[in-house]
């Protein structure tokens, strides 16, 4: 393409509660206009019981917040922008798989099955299928070939086969008519392109090796012995899935005539291949061999890519696997994580506002319009005070200690059995103290997982941040910061994720040949930089070695 001209392209990223989409100049990286849609029935807490760590979503959410989010961002927008779209692509959480009949249409779009979770997608936080993960890292040590290889080495039921598995087993209703299963990047970029064919579609290098267990050496996924040795109930399913994977920066197809009409744009956009947030995230912002991207919001998940030849056959153990494309063709990506990072200051500010939703909603003192405004200015402020509160406490009065597995432990070792614990406590701990201790805990989890790399022999030289808490919490990013004993630079884009996939648009749309040129053209740019106190890390150490002995004996004790 004439490089003078202008070429313009959608970036959408499906996060864990919106969607949101982004226009963007494919020549320069500004970004035109935004627009974010949260999911109606997620929102509403339909589907989830997060007693039993049940979080399923429908596909209508996904469907109705994508048609909603492009067209108000195209509003804003003149027509000659439009007319000059030439390219869109997806990113989505992961694993976040569903069933779907032959046609590839997701079960709980069918009217029998419309409000029945376990047709619905299963989304990544959702750990029901931990007895069917158990069994497949069991059955992968002993089989001829260990597919649990490049996961890390252990199976996670954050991930699709351990999450299938356990809808079949659940769900005597479902099973005659779930023909296969597709991630939500694949489904997503498959409905808009008119061909969802389960055997037809393009499935992402990146979903289905950190999360499916594919792999070229073993032709795909895993075989039809080991699947059906796993469970009869897996029969026949291999046969509907894929051999062949495709990198993000290939074409999945253009829109169909539906999905341009719905959109609002033309049937001559190219449809990039789909991935995951993190990745995509990684690619947004400007990722590059041995540096540590790091997306911080609900939990967390961290990118490096490596040349080949410096990671040669090394299999690192106890991440989220490595998968040659998986990031950026031509390099290794390498994924690890914590399963709640966000989510622990959630819990905490949710377990600290009970009093004024569950009594203050009651008062008779305040009319309910005076109450709703009260409830809702307390509860935003929460975690904004705590951080000032906490980041007053001096260091070596820090004698609360917390462990960061609210929601078990994605990585270093994955263990969704592990539940948080706090110790310290005493009539003197205040909610600034444990909230301090809960976001060193976090920073510390972070430190296990880069020593992880590191005792593994991958050597990380930089580390950047993007998400939400990298932009709006000055205190953690000064507390990871200190723990680590590295500078950490947080990425401008307030929108990464969805800009690392409008750079695989204009890849996909032909405005560029590589998406290494298109980072080059479209990266944001550093917004911050946070730089170590290194008596404070010093001190840091010492609390580092006892959560870790604190682990241990958390987790010895299950």
């Known amino acids: 393409m004439d490089k003078l001209s202008k070429y313009y392209v959608i970036g959408i990223d499906y996060g864990t509660d919106s969607c949101r989409a982004i226009v963007v100049d494919a020549v320069n990286g500004k970004e035109l206009s935004s627009s974010v849609s949260y999911y109606p029935r997620w929102k509403a807490g339909k589907y989830i019981n997060p007693q039993c ?9 996904y469907i109705e917040t994508l048609e909603e989010v492009v067209n108000n961002a195209l509003a804003s927008v003149s027509s000659e922008v439009k007319s000059r779209i030439v390219g869109i692509s997806f990113d989505t959480t992961g694993s976040t ?6 046609n590839g249409t997701p079960l709980a779009l069918l009217p029998e099955f419309t409000e029945n979770p376990n047709a619905m997608f299963v989304l990544w936080k959702d750990h029901t299928a931990i007895k069917e993960a158990s069994e497949i890292n069991l059955l992968s040590k002993t089989w001829s070939t260990d597919y649990t290889a490049y996961e890390g080495g252990i199976y996670s039921s954050e991930w699709v086969w351990s999450k299938i598995l356990h809808l079949l087993r659940e769900d005597t209703t479902i099973r005659n008519k779930a023909y296969s299963w597709m991630e939500h990047c694949d489904w997503i970029t498959a409905l808009v392109t008119g061909n969802t064919i389960p055997e037809e579609i393009y499935r992402s290098r990146c979903v289905a090796g950190h999360k499916a267990m594919w792999n070229e050496r073993w032709d795909g996924l895993p075989s039809e012995d080991f699947l059906t ?5 897996l029969s026949g399913y291999r046969k509907h899935l894929y051999t062949k994977t495709y990198t993000s920066d290939q074409v999945a197809g253009i829109l169909s005539v539906e999905w341009a009409k719905r959109l609002g ?7 990039s291949v789909g991935s995951l947030d993190a990745h995509i995230g990684a690619v ?20 490096l890519i490596s040349d080949r030849e410096e990671l040669g056959d090394k299999l690192v153990q ?18 690890a994580g914590q399963s709640a990072f966000g989510d622990i200051y959630s819990w905490f ?22 109450k709703k405004k009260l409830i809702n200015e307390s509860i935003e402020q929460i975690i904004p005070q705590l951080s000032i509160q906490a980041a007053d406490i001096p260091l070596k009065e820090a004698t609360v200690l917390a462990l960061d597995w609210m929601n078990g432990r994605r990585t270093p070792d994955a263990n969704q059995l592990l539940k948080g614990a706090i110790s310290g406590l005493s009539l003197g701990t205040t909610a600034p103290m444990i909230f301090r201790a809960l976001v060193e805990a976090t920073a510390f989890g972070s430190k296990a997982i880069i020593d992880r790399f590191a005792r593994e022999g991958v050597q990380i030289n930089e580390i950047i941040a993007i998400g939400g808490i990298s932009q709006k919490s000055p205190f953690v990013m000064q507390v990871l910061s200190d723990v680590l004993n590295m500078p950490i630079k947080v990425i401008k884009s307030e929108q990464t994720c969805a800009l690392g996939a409008a750079m695989f648009a204009a890849v996909a749309g032909g405005v560029y040949t590589t998406v290494e040129e298109a980072q080059l053209a479209m990266g944001s740019g550093v917004l911050k930089e946070y730089f170590s106190n290194k008596e404070n890390h010093k001190v840091y150490m010492k609390l580092y070695d006892k959560y870790l002995t604190f682990g241990s004996l958390v987790e010895e004790a299950l």
């Open 53 to 61: 760590n049940q979080y399923r979503q429908h596909p209508l959410d």
């Open 97 to 102: 798989p569903v069933l779907v009949d032959e």
């Open 229 to 233: 040795t796993l469970d009869p109930l």
């Open 265 to 271: 744009l033309s049937t001559q956009v190219s449809v």
């Open 284 to 303: 947004g912002a400007c990722i590059r061999p041995n540096v540590l991207t790091r997306i911080m919001g609900t939990s967390t998940c961290d990118i």
């Open 318 to 335: 106890g991440i989220c696997g490595q998968v040659e494309g998986s990031v950026i063709p031509g390099f290794i990506g390498m994924e």
């Open 349 to 370: 500010r949710e377990v600290l506002s009970w009093p004024l939703q569950g009594i203050l909603s009651q008062s008779k003192l305040a009319d309910e319009e005076t």
